[in-house]
């Protein structure tokens, strides 16, 4: 039996990864500072899930060298420890501040070196540090937070660079706003009448647009479930259609022109100016995953006819006169030409099993993101197993069916793995 090792699993994401990995087959050891008082994870326990709670605070070497002592190989490290604040950079006591790089930055060092010389000698294992979109941009009043998020994320690079070529493998989940009590835990007492009050109000209000069904901490459970079973994860994994909208914004958008929008005067002439940027309104309520349900049942439907085998299920999801283009190649037109093509590749690959990853918004679109495993035993087959994950970017008809789909994926990477 496989064995992770997962942080900060008391409640939230931690939790929510514990249960998912224990519920597939790992032996899972759930630290947490107070395991005993975490009624989620005893109750997990109660029901006979293959968990160890371990006592364990990253924010003490002796603390980590303790709990690790007996526990043997980890093959997978879930650094999910972690805490959060908010203060504008004057008012943010440095003892805070401190604090915060305790347990998202040096925390995460402790268990990495705790874990990594048996994941390197037996060249096997995956390292998984839980960050945050925050590790990818900033917001006013949250400056010492990201600073320990982009930190980490730096950490995570050059980790994967040192270990790879002894073939530990190395991710990054970087999710946007969850709903996880990591918004109730703690917080800094500000002056009254300070004067960064306009600052804090804008970074609660794109926060707090996302509360109205929002997030679930299981979705982000997933997320590392697909990078601790892909063999080569992408190393920044965004989680959340809030996620994904920042980070593209955030990419698009040069620094002086990010500091000029976050800091526009005027409160209606933001919200304009950031729905320009994002191409949608995200800044009012109910959240872009709320919105986005009715896609995400869609897409589970669609995952599921092309898990069928049915090609003509598969084309059904589109409209009549719809379209499915592949690598830029010559579009298939209408439900026969696509049903032809899904064809092509359920007989290529008769034990296809495609996975659904994500959905991503878009201004005028959505982006599906999938995982297509199989062995590829078809007629003339090399008899190569391949695992190849790519996208299709959708655009929706009146009826909820699919006018186009444009899909990409590493054509490149396919072929090597068709090869051998």
Not at 121 to 128: D, E, Y
Not at 171 to 197: M, S
Request: aromatic content about 8%; overall charge negative; hydrophobic content about 45%.
């Amino acid at each position: 039996m496989d064995t992770a090792l997962i942080t900060g699993t008391s409640t939230g994401i931690g939790l929510e990864t514990a249960r998912l990995f224990a519920q597939r087959g790992y032996h899972v050891f759930a630290a947490a500072r107070s395991p005993a008082s975490a009624e989620g994870l005893t109750a997990a326990v109660a029901e006979g899930l293959p968990i160890t709670p371990l006592a364990l605070d990253v924010d003490s070497d002796a603390s980590v060298v303790a709990a690790l002592a007996d526990i043997g190989d980890i093959d997978v490290l879930v650094n999910n420890a972690g805490v959060g604040s908010a203060a504008p950079v004057e008012h943010m006591p440095l003892a805070e501040t401190r604090a915060l790089f305790e347990t998202n930055v040096f925390g995460a060092i402790r268990m990495m070196q705790a874990v990594l010389p048996a994941m390197r000698i037996r060249r096997h294992g995956i390292v998984i540090n839980i960050s945050s979109v925050m590790g990818r941009l900033t917001l006013p009043g949250h400056g010492s937070y990201a600073a320990t998020k982009f930190a980490l994320g730096a950490l995570t690079e050059s980790l994967a660079m040192e270990v790879r070529p002894f073939g530990v493998r190395v991710a990054l989940i970087e999710p946007g706003v969850i709903l996880t009590p990591i918004w109730g835990k703690r917080g800094v007492a500000l002056p009254d009448g300070h004067a960064y009050q306009a600052a804090m109000a804008r970074l609660m209000r794109i926060f707090g647009s996302q509360f109205e069904g929002g997030t679930p901490p299981g979705t982000v459970a997933d997320a590392v479930w697909y990078a601790a079973q892909h063999p080569d994860p992408p190393l920044h994994i965004p989680v959340g259609p809030d996620a994904d909208v920042w980070v593209a914004v955030r990419q698009r958008l040069s620094a002086d022109e990010w500091v000029s929008l976050l800091a526009e005067p005027d409160d209606e002439r933001f919200a304009v100016r950031m729905t320009d940027a994002c191409g949608l309104d995200c800044l009012s309520g109910p959240s872009l995953h709320a919105r986005l349900a009715p896609t995400r049942a869609f897409a589970h439907d669609y995952t599921a006819a092309w898990c069928s085998h049915d090609a003509s299920r598969v084309a059904s999801f589109f409209e009549v006169d719809g379209s499915l283009t592949i690598n830029d190649g010559v579009p298939a037109r209408g439900r026969a030409a696509i049903a032809t093509d899904a064809g092509a590749f359920m007989t290529a690959f008769p034990d296809l099993v495609v996975t659904f990853d994500r959905l991503e918004p878009l201004p005028d679109a959505v982006r599906y993101h999938w995982t297509l495993t199989g062995t590829n035993t078809g007629p003339g087959g090399s008899g190569k197993a391949v695992r190849v994950s790519g996208h299709e970017t959708w655009t929706l008809g009146a009826g909820g069916l699919i006018a186009r789909s444009i899909g990409a994926f590493d054509a490149a990477d396919y072929a090597r793995q068709l090869s051998g």
